[in-house]
Nanobody, 125 residues
Framework: QVQLVESGGGLVQAGGFLRLSCAAS????????MGWFRQAPGKEREFVAT????????YYADSVKGRFTISRDNAKNTVYLQMNSLKPEDTAVYYC??????????????????WGQGTQVTVSS
């Protein structure tokens, strides 16, 4: 089993930045694709970013492209999401996810079988 724990969320003003971390334990995720999703109040969980097992490939939702950067450190079993130029519409609970089914980038919710508990990101205007 894989346990994922997110950290780094908080309250920030529009235009600011945050860096989310996702630490995996229980098993190495070095051969797993990893992703970040988010869920705003009253909305469905949506894809944000994904990274391949070696970090060579990344893919982003259009809404965050150019502002967010996903990265990973397999030696630390950790994935990161650098979020710059934050907007109020980025306010959501952010979830880290791991896919044992894919080593390549994937934006499909169903491809991920391990999820963290989420970390709140609030962007004030």
């Amino acid at each position: 089993q894989v346990q994922l724990v997110e950290s780094g969320g908080g309250l920030v003003q529009a235009g600011g930045f945050l860096r989310l971390s996702c630490a995996a334990s229980g098993r190495t995720v070095s051969r797993y694709a990893m992703g970040w999703f988010r869920q705003a109040p009253g909305k469905e969980r949506e894809f944000v970013a994904t990274i391949s097992w070696r970090g060579a490939s990344t893919y982003y939702a259009d809404s965050v492209k150019g502002r967010f950067t996903i990265s990973r450190d397999n030696a630390k079993n950790t994935v990161y999401l650098q979020m710059n130029s934050l907007k109020p519409e980025d306010t959501a609970v952010y979830y880290c996810a791991a896919s044992s089914k894919s080593m390549s980038i994937t934006s499909s919710y169903g491809a991920y079988d391990y999820w963290g508990q989420g970390t709140q990101v609030t962007v004030s205007s």
